[in-house]
């Protein structure tokens, strides 16, 4: 594995789907509870805790043994009971293995690709699978989805015009700390540490749908 592939992973172009979702943020907005900055910062520091344990479980299983797939597909399927969440996980975690066995075709990718499409697909289970395959290290590939809740909920804030884009430059730059605690935790999560840690922001984006106008899917 070498750096040129996780930059290419990250970087904004890769067409895996995320930027048409804004993690909650766009429906806890539009009911006044992200006022500014500081509340925004706390947001992301919620959402970067649930990514942890509500997401992180299911890769590290799958990283590990990727023919428990099925199973962990079904577990975060009952887990996303927020049919928004559920949606966005589902959409996210098609397009990106078939992202994937487009840019990097192979026997194995294609037979992941075709095991997954008998599952639900959800975004975590697979992106264990998917990028074990690509060659990202489980450190890399944990430490990927975690910027990417950053990235994706900061990038939308801005076309939210929550804030502008030098300062989400310097918040998203502020969430260096934050981010290399959770990914030092994110070394030994099982299935067993499973948890939904950010219950208001869960019931925020339950209520998505329900917004009279929308920039975002979720």
């Known amino acids: ?10 970087d904004s172009a890769f067409p895996t789907g995320t930027f048409a979702h804004s993690w909650g943020l766009e429906a806890a907005w539009q009911q006044g509870e992200i006022p500014d900055a500081t509340a925004l910062r706390t947001f992301i520091q919620e959402s970067l805790l649930q990514t942890t344990y509500g997401a992180l479980p299911f890769l590290n299983a799958v990283y590990h043994a990727p023919d428990a797939l099925a199973g962990m ?83 939308a804030a801005v076309r939210l015009g929550i804030i502008g884009s030098y300062e989400a430059q310097r918040l998203q730059h502020d969430c260096a700390a934050p981010l290399e605690a959770v990914a030092t935790r994110a070394a030994t999560l099982t299935i067993d540490d499973l948890a939904q ?22």
């Open 1 to 10: 594995m070498n750096d040129w592939l996780t930059w290419q992973v990250v």
């Open 73 to 155: 597909d079904a577990r975060a399927d009952a887990f996303l009971t927020n049919a928004v969440a559920n949606r966005a996980s589902r959409i996210q975690g098609r397009t990106l293995v078939a992202t994937c066995a487009r840019v990097w075709p192979s026997p194995a990718m294609d037979a992941w690709l075709a095991g997954s499409r008998a599952t639900h697909a959800h975004l975590a289970p697979v992106a264990g699978g998917t990028f074990k395959l690509i060659g990202l290290s489980l450190e890399t590939a944990q430490r990927v989805v975690l910027f990417g809740t950053v990235r994706g909920i900061v990038s």
């Open 197 to 218: 840690t950010a219950p208001l922001i869960e019931l925020w984006q339950a209520g998505h749908d329900r917004l009279y106008s929308r920039l975002f899917q979720s």
